[in-house]
């Protein structure tokens, strides 16, 4: 057996004990970025090889699609590459988009028309496209305008709601589960570095973890518990939140505590790392991740 095997068959068993596809964000290590299509398939390729299941892509591989009528008349046939080479590799699919503006009407609807083609789990999208407004106007019509959306195009994959890093924008957990509970075809998405960083520093022990799991096990359900979405990274915070994000071994985030209480709960779903190293990262942590996981 192959080193490649050995390490494709840990991660498999890992992700099938922890009950969650385990992934990267944006690209692979020497891709940190995927913009074209032939680098989207190259990063499938070396995910597929060692066990990951699942990727979620940026925005900038969508940068030429500006309308519905690009969508289809330019690009069709090279999201269905990207489509194919994904199911054939049995690794999940979403589109992340954390900047959309206050006219999010043309971006909504392309990126749900892209994910639907694409085969996506979900788009994610970060509520803070009315950013000039009162917090509560802001989150009234972020309701009113994903309502709109998802009932108009009736498109399979889901928007995916994701917690914010800063203290004044739309997207605290509680925000987000107000969202998700008031509009269709939506998921909370938890970025958990986010999260830290509105709390300065909250996650410090298993129990904050177990807080928000149960929260969000209470507010949104069964469903959910079966399959939620987690996105997990280091990060750099001040009084205001958010300031950057970091690579993991620098932060004071633990890793261990999150799967823990995840597996405590039997909470499955899909986890993206997000950090500099990409897949490197996770390769370096097999071993740590296998005894997370017994």
């Known amino acids: 057996m192959t080193m490649d095997m050995i390490i494709r ?93 206050d006219q999010p009407d043309e971006d909504l609807k392309t990126f749900c028309n892209i994910c639907s083609i694409m085969d996506c789990r979900t788009f994610i999208i970060h509520p803070t496209f009315y950013s000039r407004m009162p917090h509560e106007q802001a989150l009234r019509l972020a309701v009113y305008k994903i309502n709109e959306i998802t009932t108009n195009l009736r498109v399979k994959a889901k928007i995916g709601i994701e917690t914010t890093g800063k203290n004044d924008e739309v997207g605290s957990l509680e925000d987000v589960i107000d969202i998700v509970k008031r509009t269709h075809g939506t998921e909370p998405i938890i970025n958990w570095a986010h999260l830290h960083a509105r709390g300065y ?4 022990t298993e129990n904050d973890y177990m807080r928000i799991l ?31 994000h970091i690579p993991l071994r620098t932060s004071d985030m633990q890793l261990s505590h999150m799967i823990k209480e995840s597996m405590a709960m039997d909470i499955k779903g899909t986890l993206i790392l997000e950090d500099p190293e990409k897949e490197k990262l996770i390769l370096r942590m097999l071993e740590d991740l296998a005894d997370m996981v017994r």
């Open 201 to 204: 520093g909250t996650l410090r």
């Open 214 to 244: 149960s929260k969000l096990k209470h507010e949104i359900g069964r469903g959910w518990v079966n399959n939620a979405y987690f996105l997990f990274s280091g990060v750099s915070y001040g009084p205001q939140g958010e300031i950057k």
């Open 9 to 101: 068959k840990k991660a498999l068993k890992i992700q099938e004990r922890l009950g969650m596809n385990i992934g990267v964000a944006y690209g692979i290590h020497r891709i940190p970025t995927v913009k074209t299509t032939e680098q989207a398939l190259t990063a499938l390729r070396e995910l597929y090889k060692i066990g990951l299941r699942a990727f979620l892509l940026p925005k900038e591989l969508f940068s030429g699609i500006l309308t519905t009528t690009d969508l289809y008349k330019n690009y069709y046939g090279e999201l269905l590459k990207i489509k194919e080479l994904a199911k054939k590799f049995n690794i999940e699919l979403a589109i992340h988009h954390s900047g959309l503006g």
